[in-house]
């Protein structure tokens, strides 16, 4: 039981830092970006080449699991991204949808449609007893590498100058540009670092959620509803949506599997309707 | 007679703002009443809780003696409320005799008619030009509405709303932005609208309010600050204070 | 005089309703193909069930500016509906594909109360959930649709008793040309009347559609039934032209795949998607040839540059294009002639 709470947290800290980016792109550009999954996907690329071609020991991947898909968001959003932040939301969806579609094949040609192994170094493998409970130590590992970016990411946004700019801009674009915030620049930068946790996300997440050229369509769902359920007017709501997100879903998955999928799906329609702004979102 | 449109107690808060303050209105039936007020008097909000737009805290609303406070938007149209926009609210894509002929049909019942071709009913087509005519919108009848000129598009807004055939027209700054080649044939046009519909203008042009109206309202803070006809109104030193003294300011 | 004004308003107004010589030239090509073209029926086939889905995500897209990933759900719906009939021994194709659209409406009808709230996103996201939890459904209950396998021993009966289903395509092209044509006289017959207008506002400004008095939730819960139908109706000709169903008709790529289509050919004018549907499958055919593996990898091209290249515009231009030859061809160019009509008022 409580393993499962354990597992299921571990995955929606996971899922937090694949996700975050989306929500906050979403909420500061209400920009539809469906292929979020690619920056992640990137990632977990990066990491399995390090590791499995040149021999780069799991940790040391880890960076460049951040910086690749941070530099390929950067000018992606610099090149194409910018010109559709003023399109229609059937524009954007069609947009980044064939980008999907194109990283997809992409990877399938130069990696083949195979999963890929990551081997975990061995202080990461196995489980330890703590106080009873069966803990996975990489569930743990991820816990805290986690929990340390959320509150980092907390920190910026709450307590530094950029994060005051960044709010600024979400809660009102236009004020925000009235004041003299460049709200171009910060939207790039912002792209850039959500797109290189999702890659971050993606080499963590790896083990567990598997990685195959399918990955970024697999889960643009979960990262959707983590950024729709949570709301986009901070990030402490989608922090909950993944915990809750991650909790249900391990947890559904060992107690009714023939059901799984349908809970999180019919959960995630309950929530929209009733709640469009999101659950956590203030009431507008 | 009873008044066509009345507030009784109109009352609106958000949060702790009272935006509607215990307004009582009348609109006299055949009126040309105008409503100013300084910015932020809480014109807007009293136009959108008569339209239905938003949900008043307390009060009612009636037309022609009927309580609408709680009726959906679209059924205060069809009852006989209509009203424009002071920013074009107009179907860019649409020219303006389908704009026209959607409101005629809609009116008629026709929008839930999906077999007959638009436009094959006679008395649509012949309300249609009747209404052009009217508005000066003949020879532009078929461009694209986004190509019009900016007056023409003015037009077009107060057409699409007397096409709902209206026993209350709500105007709502028709005149904001008409460059002033434009501007007189515009007044004109609102000038000569048939006196079976009863007109709520909201304005900040003084010229026009004068000209226009034969009774007005002066709306403070949420708060009918006082009613009269225009020379009651005009020589009221408080208005002056309030109202002319704020738009000096301005 | 007067009245001389008052025909011209109306001979405007009524041109949506009337057929050009265009369009009647566009389906006089279609059946050509029937008799011209034996040996591509199988893939004429696939156009045209592909269009009369496309066909249907125009309703709700190109005339109601609602847009949906999950439209395969009631693509899917129809087909496994009318894939389970036949395997139940009720192969009439035309019991089955009545029976599709049925199912589909009402499916339509249901969500549609859950899809057409909240923002873009939203909607797209619900639409989404509900193919997706249709997927999940179809997958567990495999006793019904053979899961993952797919639904074997689909048996269709002769089309109204009288034409067996070839392995040519041949009954089969002419049946869903068929069911093409007729669902897009209906379609285009609907968008030309007062409905469809007041669905085109609705697209464009809800806030003045609202304020003229329509009924803004109504006429789109309408709509996207109507869609839905169609959408299912698409999946039953699949399921009885093929004789067999699988999760794929169900799948998300098909949500995407019909976007596509339409996109490529255009929305708002209803043959966006016939146009789409052939130029994606001479595409598909060209480029799966190139590289059989990769075709993802070319929608996903297709679909950026599109958006990049500016749709929109290109379409909007290409429409100017071609009612100016439309009107070319029939001599029948009918502005209201300004000057003319000025000088009799």
């Known amino acids: 039981m409580l393993t499962i709470l354990f597992d299921g947290v571990a995955y929606g800290m996971l899922l937090f830092v694949l996700a975050c980016g989306l929500a906050v792109t979403l909420g500061l550009m209400n920009f539809v970006n469906l292929a979020h999954g690619a920056f992640a996907m990137a990632g977990g690329y990066v990491t399995a080449v390090l590791m499995n071609r040149y021999g780069i020991p799991f940790l040391l991947t880890l960076p460049f699991a951040f910086l690749v898909p941070s530099l390929t968001g950067l000018v992606l959003e610099r090149t194409l991204y910018k010109r559709l932040y003023t399109r229609s939301h059937l524009d954007q969806v069609l947009f980044s949808i064939g980008l999907v579609f194109m990283a997809i094949a992409a990877i399938d040609y130069s990696m083949g449609s195979q999963q890929q192994l990551i081997q975990l170094p061995t202080w990461l493998l196995g489980r330890a007893d703590v106080l009873g409970i069966q803990i996975g130590r990489y569930r743990s590992f991820i816990i805290a590498v986690c929990g340390i970016l959320v509150v980092v990411l907390q920190f910026i946004l709450t307590k530094t100058r950029f994060g005051s700019r960044l709010r600024a801009a979400v809660d009102d674009r236009r004020v925000a540009c009235g004041l003299g915030i460049n709200v171009s620049m910060i939207f790039a930068v912002t792209f850039a670092v959500g797109s290189g946790l999702a890659g971050l996300g993606g080499a963590l997440g790896a083990e567990i959620l598997g990685l195959d050229p399918t990955f970024p369509l697999k889960f643009m769902i979960y990262f959707l509803i983590v950024a729709t359920v949570g709301g986009t007017t901070s990030i402490t709501g989608p922090f909950l949506a993944s915990l809750l997100l991650g909790i249900a879903d391990v947890a559904g998955k060992y107690y009714v599997p023939s059901f799984g999928a349908f809970v999180i799906y019919t959960l995630m329609i309950v929530v929209l309707v009733l709640r469009p702004q999101g659950l956590f979102a203030r009431a507008r | 007679m009873a008044p066509v449109l009345e507030t009784r107690g109109l009352v609106k808060r958000f949060g702790g703002l009272t935006a509607t303050n215990d307004v009582s209105f009348r609109l006299e039936r055949g009126g040309r009443h105008a409503l100013i007020g300084p910015n932020g008097a809480g014109k807007t909000t009293f136009i959108n809780l008569l339209t239905g737009v938003l949900t008043p805290t307390s009060g009612q609303i009636l037309l022609e003696g009927k309580d609408v406070t709680h009726s959906r938007a679209e059924l205060r149209v069809r009852r006989g409320l209509a009203r424009t926009f002071q920013i074009n609210q107009l179907f860019p894509a649409m020219t303006p005799l389908e704009t026209i002929g959607l409101a005629v049909s809609e009116r008629m019942g026709g929008g839930r008619d999906w077999w007959r071709v638009t436009g094959s009913k006679r008395e649509i087509v012949d309300e249609i030009v009747d209404i052009a005519r009217r508005f000066h919108l003949m020879d532009i009848l078929d461009e694209r509405t986004s190509n019009l000129a900016y007056g023409k598009q003015r037009l077009l807004e107060i057409a699409v709303a007397f096409a709902s055939r209206p026993k209350v027209l709500l105007l709502d700054e028709p005149a904001a932005g008409v460059p002033e080649a434009e501007r007189h044939e515009l007044l004109a046009t609102v000038a000569a609208l048939p006196r079976d519909v009863s007109v709520l203008l909201i304005e900040h042009d003084m010229d026009l309010v004068f000209s226009f109206a034969d009774r007005i309202s002066v709306l403070v803070n949420g708060a009918l600050f006082t009613e009269g006809t225009v020379e009651e109104v005009s020589n009221d030193p408080k208005v002056k204070a309030v109202y002319l003294g704020e738009s000096v300011y301005e | ?345």
């Open chain 3, 1 to 345: 005089m007067k009245s001389h004004t008052e025909d011209d308003v109306r001979r405007v107004l009524t041109r949506r309703g009337r057929w050009g010589f265009s369009e009647i030239a566009f389906w006089l090509v279609a059946v050509a193909t029937l008799v011209f073209m034996p040996d591509r029926h199988l893939i004429l086939n696939e156009i045209a069930i592909i269009a009369l889905f496309a066909l249907s995500l125009d309703l709700i897209l190109g005339y109601a500016g609602i847009v949906s990933l999950g439209h395969a759900a009631f693509f899917g719906l129809g087909a496994y509906v009318a894939g389970i009939l036949a395997q139940q021994g009720i192969g009439n194709p035309l019991i089955g594909l009545a029976a599709a659209a049925l199912a589909a409406a009402i499916l339509g009808l249901a969500t549609s109360f859950l899809v057409l709230r909240g923002s873009d996103l939203t909607k797209l996201m619900v639409a989404l959930g509900v193919a997706l939890i249709l997927g999940e459904v179809a997958n567990r209950m495999a006793w019904l649709t053979g899961g993952a396998d797919g639904l074997q021993g689909v048996n269709v009966s002769p089309l109204l008793g009288l034409f067996e289903f070839d392995m040519f395509g041949t009954t089969a092209y002419a049946y869903s040309l068929t069911v093409l044509f007729v669902l897009f006289v209906l379609a285009r017959r609907v968008m030309a009347s007062p409905y469809g207008l007041s669905l085109r506002s609705i697209r464009d400004n809800p806030l003045r559609a609202r304020a003229i008095g329509i009924p803004v939730n109504r006429r789109l819960v309408v709509i996207y039934t109507l869609a839905a139908a169609y959408a299912g109706s698409a999946g039953a000709l699949l399921a009885q032209t093929i004789q067999f169903v699988s999760l794929d008709v169900l799948a998300f790529h098909r949500s995407a795949d019909v976007m596509l289509v339409l996109v490529i050919g255009g929305a708002g004018y209803l043959y966006g998607g016939i146009i789409g549907a052939v130029v994606f499958k001479i595409l598909q055919d060209y480029l799966s040839d190139l590289t059989p593996q990769y075709w993802l990898f070319w929608i996903g091209l297709i679909l950026v540059l599109l958006v990049l290249m500016d749709r929109e515009r290109m379409v909007s231009k290409a429409r100017t294009l071609w009612k100016r030859t439309a009107n070319r061809l029939t001599h029948r160019a009918e502005p209201l002639a300004t000057t003319r009509t000025a000088r009799e008022i």
